[in-house]
């Protein structure tokens, strides 16, 4: 089973700057199949990014992926109000199990 | 539009079985992979399993082998999570969601709203 490690626990900054998410892996990701969700209080997570850096449907430009092998990031280039979230990463090409990362909270500072 | 609506929350006794449902619409269900995700009280989320409807194929992650049955009725577009002896570890939040169709496989693009599923004596 992969395990995925996210950094850091919990992400301080404040609206209009940057946030770099960090996820890596105990082994490397198959043909980087490692996807980021949102999720916000009481809601279901919200798929971001997909093959490690393809957006998913409707997702603002801020947000970008990158990486490979058993280091990805995720980027939020200017952090709007509704963007304080926790985040996770997946990895879903060695399966049973499509295992998520611990999560990183992004609040407000 | 794509929607996974979910069964309602539960209040359940240990030892009791439950069945809650994720019905789709919108879409092909019987095209389209359906996992299920738990997510216990203020902790992350767990890949549980995965079920194909169209042939009812279905992958679990070796933590949830034999705590729970996934399964699918494809007359109804709806899939299932099942106990069969409810423990107080068993409360959680239980989401559905279904699989990003793309070349090789794909995370979860449509999410259902979750039931909560609570245990206690």
């Known amino acids: 089973e992969i395990v995925l490690t996210q950094s850091p626990g919990t992400l301080s900054l404040s609206p209009g700057e940057r946030a770099t998410l960090s996820c890596r892996a105990s082994?490397?990701?198959?043909?980087?199949?490692l996807a980021w969700y949102q999720q916000k209080p009481g809601q279901a997570p919200r798929l971001l990014i997909y093959g490690a850096s393809s957006r998913a449907t409707g997702i603002p430009d801020r947000f970008s992926g990158s990486g490979s092998g058993t280091d990805f990031t995720l980027t939020i280039s200017r952090l709007e109000p509704e963007d304080f979230a926790v985040y996770y990463c997946?990895?879903?090409?060695?399966?049973?199990?499509?295992?998520f990362g611990q999560g990183t909270k992004l609040e407000i500072k | 539009e794509v929607q996974l609506v979910q069964s309602g929350a539960e209040v359940k006794k240990p030892g009791e079985s439950l069945k809650i449902s994720c019905k789709g619409s919108?879409?092909?269900?019987?095209?389209?992979?359906i996992g299920w995700v738990r997510q216990m009280p203020g902790k992350g989320l767990e890949w549980m399993g995965i079920i194909y409807p169209g042939d009812s194929d279905t992958r679990y992650s070796p933590s949830f082998q034999g705590q729970v049955t996934i399964s699918a009725d494809k007359s109804i577009s709806t899939a299932y999570l099942q106990w069969s002896s409810l423990k107080a570890s068993d409360t959680a939040m239980y989401y559905c969601a279904r699989r990003l169709k793309v070349a090789g496989p794909g995370p979860f693009d449509y999410w259902g709203q979750g039931t909560l599923v609570t245990v206690s004596s």
């Open positions: 082994q490397s990701v198959s043909s980087s199949y």
């Open positions: 997946q990895q879903y090409g060695s399966s049973p199990p499509c295992t």
């Open positions: 919108g879409y092909s269900f019987t095209s389209y992979w």
